[in-house]
Structures are given as structure tokens and as C-alpha cells.
């Protein structure tokens, strides 16, 4: 079955870095696009990078310039490497992939990342 597990998140002061990792099985990962979404409490869960299976990315406006995304297919891993973190960056951050037809969402169980002094 297809399995997400995150990694990765902690306590980081303002301005500080954070690489996250998520580890797949249960599928072909090198076909599929990976996500990562974010939850912020009260707020709504949004996307903040994709990386298509070619390895094309997109990110979130607010995260552009300070966030990349990468996979190692090697690795079944999708990384999502944050930088210049700012507190409006504290969420629970969940992998994702849809797979099927129609597409179905699979998720991780989150990891959380506090930006905090």
C-alpha cells in the first residue's frame, strides 16, 4: 500500500533552515508528482511546492526564493529544503501524491516545523 512518512521538522529560530524529507513505497514514485502541503492552525492546508516526474517544480509565491524542492528517485525521497524561515512558516508540512484515476490523494502523517525565537 502506498505509504508517506515525513521527517525532518523541529523548533528553528528566524532565519534558520530546515530540510525536510519524505520517504515513499507503494508505488512506481519516479512517475508521480510529489507535494508538499502545509497547515497552519486555524488556516486551511495549502500547497507550497510540487515537483513533477521530469523534476519540473513549482512553489508557492510565498516561499519562492526561500524554498526548493528536489527528489532523489534512487532514494523513493522527495526533499523539501527551507531557508530564511519566517514565523508565518509554522505548520504541520504533509507529503503528497495522487495517484489513480480518477486521482486520489495520498498523505503523510505531517511533521511539524515552529519558527520561533
Known amino acids: 500500500q502506498v505509504q508517506l512518512v515525513e521527517s525532518g521538522g523541529g523548533l528553528v529560530q528566524p532565519g534558520g533552515s530546515l530540510r525536510l524529507s519524505c520517504a515513499a513505497s507503494?508505488?512506481?514514485?519516479?512517475?508521480?508528482?510529489m507535494s508538499w502541503y502545509r497547515q497552519a492552525p486555524g488556516k486551511e492546508r495549502e500547497l507550497v511546492a510540487s515537483?513533477?516526474?521530469?523534476?519540473?517544480?513549482n512553489l508557492a509565491d510565498s516561499v519562492k526564493g526561500r524554498f526548493t524542492i528536489s527528489r532523489d528517485n534512487a532514494r523513493n525521497t522527495v526533499y523539501l529544503q527551507m531557508g530564511n524561515l519566517k514565523p508565518d512558516d509554522t505548520a504541520v508540512y504533509y507529503c503528497?501524491?495522487?495517484?489513480?484515476?480518477?486521482?486520489?490523494?495520498?498523505w503523510g502523517q505531517g511533521t511539524q516545523v515552529t519558527v520561533s525565537s
Open positions: 515537483i513533477g516526474s521530469a523534476g519540473s517544480t
Open positions: 507503494g508505488f512506481t514514485f519516479s512517475t508521480y508528482t
Open positions: 503528497n501524491t495522487k495517484i489513480g484515476w480518477p486521482r486520489r490523494d495520498y
